[in-house]
C-alpha cells in the first residue's frame, strides 16, 4: 500500500542505532579484543621480545603455574585488593555524602579534593618516595623522629604505604560517583524520617546506604578491578620489596617480561589477570541481584 501523497514514510525509530554503535565496536575490537588475542598466544610461544618467536605449547604455562612466586605475587595482589577496598569505600561513602549538600565551600571543597586524580601515578609515587625518606624527607627537614622511620625498607610499612597512596588518590573518585549517587535519592525519603523523628545517623543508614546499592556494587567493580592493575605506583615506591612484600602480579609480570625477556610467561600472568578481572566483576554483579536499570532508576 503506498503512501498518501503529501506524507513521508515513517522510519524504524531503532533503524540507525547499529551504525551509531561502529566506531566504537570497531575501536573496542582493535585495542581490546586484538590485543587479548595476541597475548593468548603469546602464552603457548618462546620469545624474548627480540628475535623469533618459537611455538612451545604448555611450556610457560607449565612453568608459571608451577612457580612458588606466583602463589605469593596472587596473595599480595588480592591482599592490595582487599585491604585498599576496605580502605577507599567507608571513607569514599562518607565523603560523597558530605560532598552532596548544598553549601557552597562543599563545592569549592570537592573541587580541591579532586587534584589527585588528575595527577599521574609515577608523579605521585615519586613525591611520596621523596617525602619519605629516612635522611632527607619530611622528618629529617622538620626533625620529628616519628616520620623518620624506613617506611619503604619494612614489609609491614612498605605495604601500608602503598594502601595509603592508593587510597589518597582514587578515594576523591570513588567520592565524585557516590555524590552523584547521593544527589540522586529522592529528598521526600529524608523528609518522611525528619517527621518520624529520625536523627542524620539513622537516616543515613537506614536510606543513604540502602539507595546506594548499586552505586557500591560500580564503585566496588571499578575499584577491584582497577587494583589488578597496579603497576607504575608500585614500582616506583618499592619495585615489589621488601624482599617480595609488595610484589603484586601486574609487576611480576613486567619483571618477567622486560627485566627477564621471557614474553611467553609474561603473556600468562596477563592471561591470568583478565580472567581474575573477569571472574571478580562477574562475582560483583552476581551479588548486585539483577540490574538497577533493568528495573528501576536508583533511589526513585
Known sequence: MSALPGTTRRR???SALPWLATPALVLFVGFAVVPLVGVFALSF???DGIGTIRATGLTSWRKVLTDPGLTHALWVTFLVMAVSWAVQTPLSIL???FLAGRQRYRAVLGVVYFIPLMLSSA?????YKALLDPNFGLGAGLDIQALSRDWLGRPGLAFGVVIFVVSWQFIPFHSLIYQGGVQQIPKSLYEAAQLDGAGRVRQFF????PQLKYTIITS?????VGSLT??????ILTEGGPGDATRVLALDMYKQGFQASLMGPASV???????VGLGLALLLRRLGGRDAGASQLEGA
Open 95 to 97: 565523603l560523597g555524602t
Open 123 to 127: 608523579a605521585i609515587a615519586l613525591a
Open 269 to 275: 600472568i596477563a592471561v591470568i589477570l583478565v580472567l
Open 206 to 209: 537506614s536510606i543513604t546506604l
Open 230 to 235: 597496579f603497576f607504575d605506583l608500585i614500582f
Open 220 to 224: 566496588s567493580t571499578l575499584m577491584v
Open 45 to 47: 610461544t618462546t620469545w
Open 12 to 14: 524504524r525509530p531503532h
